[in-house]
Each structure stands twice: as C-alpha cells, then as structure tokens.
C-alpha cells in the first residue's frame, strides 16, 4: 500500500499526509485531512498546548473550544488573521 500524499496547506509542499481518518469531525476535520500535512499536523500538536496553558483553557467548554479551533484555522491558513498572542518565549541563546 503506498502512503498518501498531499499539498500541505502550510508548508507549501506534496508530503505524507495523515495516515488515518480526519483528526476532527466535520468540515474543518475535512479540510486537515485532505490538506494539512502530517510533519505540520505534528507541529500544531506541539504548539496547541501554548494556547491551552496560556488561556488556561478548558476544552470541555464550547467557548474554548472555539478559540482553539480559530487558532487552528489561522495557524493551517484556511482562516485569515494573527495568531493569538502565548506566554511562551525561545530560550535566550
């Protein structure tokens, strides 16, 4: 069986895509996993906890699930707009 493939939305390149069933229900679900990479879906797992710890987020209520789900949008580029803003800062070099 050969590995799927698709044109990521965010890196701009035919990579593997997800190897299993949209990560979400329904159209945005959809969208991820006909367009979204899954190098790029790794790196919103590791950048969505900055959003959750930041607003103190709990993804049981419908209102922050919305925002993250904005955030997720905006971050892939199926939604125009500027990222929220997150305490995390880079390590000083």
């Not at 895509?17 to 990479?37: A, C, M, T, W």
């Not at 590791?46 to 049981?60: G, K, V, W």
């Amino acid at each position: 069986m050969s590995q799927r493939t698709v044109r990521c939305i965010k890196l701009g390149k035919e990579l593997p895509g997800l190897p299993f069933v949209p990560p979400l229900p329904g159209d945005l679900g959809r969208k991820i996993y006909e367009n979204v990479s899954l190098e790029a879906w790794q790196m919103w797992l590791q950048e969505s906890p900055r959003y959750i710890n930041t607003y103190r987020l709990d993804l049981q209520n419908p209102e922050h699930q919305k925002f993250l789900q904005e955030q997720m949008e905006i971050y892939f580029g199926f939604k125009e707009g500027e990222l929220a803003e997150t305490a995390w800062r880079p390590p000083e070099s």
